[in-house]
């Protein structure tokens, strides 16, 4: 657990938050499933949850994370929340990969994503992408890769 700013907590959750972040969902809502081998990240104002996100590794020996359902209450937006909680759950996962509406991009681009193409992804995460563009072919690809982003400032530094 790590605390950003006086205010917020920002957490991995536990088991035993499952029922609050289900709740919280709910009452966004918002349908967001577990799935694979995921973790959420939560961020608690005096233990009430106003964000949540969810990053799901589908197999095991494949480095790549799917973020998806990040969700901050309304009433905490405009708090550069999103963006902290971006932060903190893809410390724990370097490379992740989002599927995001284009209303959505500013948000990702602004936080080190870069906009990728299906060639790009897993077997697997590919796979899924095609599966979602069916009902939503608006969607778009991002994905965040801190070695790459490390790389590329060092690179420069060189320079």
Known sequence: MITLSPEFEFCRAHKSDKKAI?????????SASFMGLDSCYLVKEQQEIIACVLQSQLLVENNQSLLHALVVDPAYRRQS???SL???CC??????VCFAVPQLAPLYLSNNFQLAEPEQL????????????????ELAI???DIKKNQQSRQ???NK
Do not use: C, G, M, V
């Open 122 to 137: 897993s077997p697997l995460l590919a796979k899924r992408y095609l599966q979602y563009i069916k009902t939503k072919p």
């Open 81 to 83: 929340i999103a963006t």
């Open 155 to 157: 690179n420069k530094l």
């Open 142 to 144: 991002f994905i965040r």
């Open 86 to 88: 971006l932060d903190y």
């Open 91 to 96: 410390a724990f996962h370097p490379l992740t």
């Open 22 to 30: 289900k709740r919280f969902y709910r009452r966004h809502s918002y």
